[in-house]
């Protein structure tokens, strides 16, 4: 079946820093990728929708001048959060989609902010 | 490393009936899971979250219960709808990585 990959899988930074996770479509070309988040004892959430080519849709409530999406080509989206906080440690994944119908996951990033 | 499978792959029922959706996994060191939906052309919406030390949780017609001893996840839809027609996934939480089921397509036929 097909294959993302998603990387780091974990990451430990300091408060202030920017940390980039990168989510590739190995065997396919996806034209949206979703990008999710867990918090701790809560479910997963989406953030936002990424197009390939365009900006990203985001999911109210999420900062998109804090989290910032590129999708600059059909395998391959980024998350950067920017000026990281405590707050922000969290579970990230993102998922691609093939077709219409069918998702693909990552195996996610487990944040930690100090 | 996790292994999630789901069964059956599509399932297809009339209006009114109850309903069970299967899930299982081989790594009983679980975080969480998690059932969802999804809908063609879109993202997930979470269903319901079980943490690793419950066994069942409950939202209106969604019951899902949870064997982590037996490495098992059921979602029992009660009284299914056109509307719950979609494709459901589950999904095992461990410490560093989330594993999903392939999904098992679910059509409510009026």
């Known amino acids: 079946g097909a294959v993302v990959s998603q990387h780091p899988s974990r990451v430990i930074c300091k408060s202030g820093t920017s940390v980039k996770i990168e989510c590739r479509s190995l065997?396919?070309?996806?034209?949206?990728m979703f990008w999710y988040r867990q918090f701790p004892k809560q479910s997963l959430m989406l953030m936002a929708t990424?197009?390939?080519?365009?900006?990203?849709?985001?999911e109210q409530g999420v900062e998109k001048d804090k989290f910032l999406i590129n999708h600059a080509s059909l395998t391959l989206s980024t998350l950067t959060v920017t000026s990281a906080h405590p707050e922000d440690s969290s579970f990230y994944i993102c998922?691609?989609?093939?077709?219409?119908?069918?998702?693909?996951f990552g195996s996610g990033t487990q944040l930690s902010v100090l | 490393k996790q292994e999630v499978t789901q069964i059956p792959a599509a399932l297809s029922v009339p209006e009114g009936e109850n309903l069970v959706l299967n899930c299982s996994f081989t790594d009983s060191a679980i975080y969480n899971l998690q059932w969802f939906r999804q809908d063609p052309g879109k993202g997930l919406t979470s269903l319901l979250l079980?943490?690793?030390?419950?066994r069942e949780q409950t939202s209106g017609r969604l019951n899902a219960s949870l064997d982590k001893s037996s490495g098992r996840s059921t979602l029992y839809i009660a009284a299914s709808q056109p509307g719950d027609s979609a494709t459901y996934l589950c999904a095992v939480r461990g410490n560093n990585d989330m594993r999903f089921g392939a999904g098992t397509r679910l059509t409510v036929k009026p």
């Open positions: 079980i943490q690793s030390s419950q």
């Open positions: 998922s691609a989609r093939l077709t219409n119908e069918k998702l693909f």
């Open positions: 065997d396919f070309q996806a034209t949206t």
């Open positions: 990424s197009n390939e080519g365009s900006k990203a849709t985001y």
